[in-house]
């Protein structure tokens, strides 16, 4: 996973395009051939949001979203490079899939990130594989995920999809780094689960990052599969650059790079404003 926030609009394609076209040594294509227990052949998906001119507040509204997603490995897609050449945004969150065993089909739909139900109820669409809107965004909830959560989801939709509706249910009517982090402490504490790593966007635009591993299964000798390094996340707080980047590992050598804590917090506004807190 990686997930980018910038003040000023960057392209993306340095990011998540491999290194034979001039990426990051680490970058998203990367990480599908790459990271740990590659391959990641189980589909890719990249949400990009721009954001506008300042409003009264100082806050910036979202202008223009695109997603892109598909259920066939990034490697397979012919029409990748194509198709990421024009991304440019603030904001990205975007996500190679590794599925979980039973839970959702490895499709278009399933594939990472993850949008809220309402997304699909105001765009009228069955299927959000390449959607962009330019004029009226949405600007809902996204969510990539990595870990499994045994008790939510089905063979229909998978752990990650009922974790975020659960969020927006929580969240509807508004979030705060506070109530977040109470949420996902209750949630921890009630239910069985490798791990909760996230990413996700909140409909004003900000992005929470997430790491939180249990890194075992239900009823596992933790000591038989030590999996924090799989569930691993870092972030790089480039101020001076004016962006923002949390990854599930380091896209580059910038010796910046810091490691995320396993249960721990972080968010990060339009303005790089960054809160960080321990998950109790």
């Known amino acids: 996973m990686i997930a980018v926030m910038s003040r000023n609009k960057i392209d993306y394609k340095y990011i998540i395009e491999d290194r034979g076209n001039g990426g990051a040594f680490h970058s998203l294509r990367e990480q599908s051939k790459k990271a740990y227990d590659a391959p990641h052949k189980d589909g890719f998906g990249i949400y990009a949001a721009s954001f ?35 991304i440019k945004g603030n904001l990205l969150i975007s996500h190679i899939r590794l599925a979980s065993t039973g839970k959702g089909e490895i499709d278009n739909i399933h594939a990472h990130p993850y949008v809220d139900g309402e997304f699909i109820k105001t765009k009228g669409i069955k299927d959000v594989t390449d959607w962009k809107n330019g004029a009226a965004p949405f600007s809902g909830f996204v969510l ?22 659960l969020i927006t249910d929580e969240f509807k009517n508004g979030m705060d780094f506070d109530g977040f982090r109470g949420f996902i402490s209750d949630f921890a504490a009630s239910r069985s689960f490798t791990a909760i790593n996230m990413l996700l966007k909140d409909p004003e635009g900000d992005l929470y990052v997430l790491r939180l591993a249990k ?35 380091p896209i580059d050598s910038d010796g910046r790079w810091k ?3 396993n249960y721990t917090l972080l968010k990060i506004d339009r303005n790089l404003n960054i809160k960080i807190a321990e998950i109790p």
């Open 52 to 86: 506008g001119s300042p409003v009264p507040g100082g806050l910036k509204k979202i202008e223009s979203e695109l997603l892109y997603k598909k259920g066939t490995p990034v490697n397979e897609t012919q029409e990748f490079s194509k198709r990421i050449s024009g």
């Open 144 to 165: 990539a995920h990595n870990g499994t959560v045994y008790d939510i989801g089905d063979e229909t939709m998978t752990d990650s999809q009922a974790l975020l509706n």
């Open 215 to 249: 890194a075992k299964k239900p009823g596992e000798d933790p000591e038989r599969q030590p999996r924090l390094a799989y569930y691993s996340m870092y972030y790089l707080n480039d101020a001076p650059g004016g962006k923002f980047i949390a990854a599930s590992e």
């Open 259 to 261: 490691c995320v804590d």
